[in-house]
């Protein structure tokens, strides 16, 4: 039972990573959208909205585990506040990723 616990917990931590993973790239996309080569920016918004994706599914994952190990205080508990993150993670990818297209679309 340990060795789930353990593999549990590395959703939590895998999903905050890669929802700032998720984050982070149109950010980049949008400092360097001065630069010479602007090709790749599709490639950038296709990684952050798929990273956002899997950071969710992750979340999914999680509570999963929850329920298949019956911990329904830990589900009463985190429920709300992982559908509040949630919200706030996708709204603010998709959100960089439309100023990310505005932005490069503006420029050609």
Same mark, same amino acid.
């Given at each position: 039972?340990?060795?789930?616990?353990?593999?549990?917990?590395?959703?939590?931590?895998?999903?905050?990573?890669l929802?700032?993973?998720?984050?982070?790239?149109?950010?980049?996309? %949008? $400092?360097?959208?001065?630069?010479?080569?602007?090709?790749?920016?599709?490639?950038?918004? &296709? @990684?952050? *909205?798929? #990273?956002?994706?899997?950071?969710?599914?992750?979340?999914?994952?999680?509570?999963?585990? %929850? $329920?298949?190990?019956?911990?329904?205080?830990?589900?009463?508990?985190?429920?709300?506040? &992982? @559908?509040? *993150?949630? #919200?706030?993670?996708?709204?603010?990818?998709?959100?960089l990723?439309?100023?990310?297209?505005? $932005?490069?679309?503006?420029?050609?």
């Amino acid at each position: 039972m340990e060795k789930v616990m353990f593999g549990a917990g590395w959703l939590n931590l895998g999903s905050l990573v890669l929802g700032l993973i998720a984050w982070i790239l149109p950010v980049v996309n %949008l $400092v360097r959208h001065n630069k010479a080569d602007r090709r790749n920016w599709v490639v950038f918004s &296709v @990684a952050s *909205v798929s #990273t956002c994706a899997i950071s969710l599914c992750m979340q999914i994952f999680y509570t999963d585990h %929850l $329920v298949k190990i019956e911990d329904w205080s830990a589900l009463m508990d985190t429920s709300h506040a &992982v @559908a509040l *993150v949630a #919200t706030l993670l996708l709204a603010v990818t998709i959100i960089l990723n439309v100023i990310t297209l505005v $932005v490069y679309y503006r420029k050609s």
